[in-house]
C-alpha cells in the first residue's frame, strides 16, 4: 500500500478551486499512477474526513517557446493528474478555509 502522502502531491492554490469550495469539492495535484480508490483511503486518512466521490482528470503540460528561438517549441511544463475531491456536508479542511 503506498503512503498518503506519496499520493496527495499538494493542493490546488487558484480561483476556480476556491469557487469550488462552496460546493464542499476540494482540488488536489495526486500522483499520475494514483487511482480514485487510493485517493480517497489518501485524503480520509490525512485529513480525517468522509470523502463521498473522487473525480480525476489528466492535464497535459503547456507548450513552451522562446523569443531567440523565433516561435520555436524549445519544451513542454511538465504533465499533472488532479483530483476533485467532494466531502460529506458535515466535513471540512481547515487548511483551506483560511481565505
Not at 490525512?46 to 480525476?56: D, E
Not at 517557446?65 to 504533465?79: E, F, L, N, P
Not at 458535515?90 to 487548511?95: L, N, P, R, Y
Amino acid at each position: 500500500m503506498k503512503n498518503p502522502r506519496d499520493v496527495i502531491l499538494k493542493p490546488v492554490v487558484s480561483e476556480k478551486s476556491y469557487a469550488l469550495l462552496d460546493a464542499n469539492t476540494y482540488t488536489f495535484i495526486v500522483d499520475p499512477d494514483a487511482n480514485k480508490t487510493e485517493i480517497k483511503e489518501a485524503v480520509q486518512s490525512i485529513f480525517s474526513v468522509r470523502v463521498t466521490s473522487v473525480n480525476t482528470m489528466h492535464r497535459k503540460g503547456k507548450r513552451k517557446r522562446t523569443r531567440r528561438a523565433s516561435g520555436v517549441i524549445v519544451g513542454t511544463r511538465k504533465a499533472t493528474k488532479r483530483a476533485l475531491v467532494t466531502l460529506h456536508p458535515d466535513d471540512k479542511i481547515e487548511i483551506f478555509e483560511a481565505r
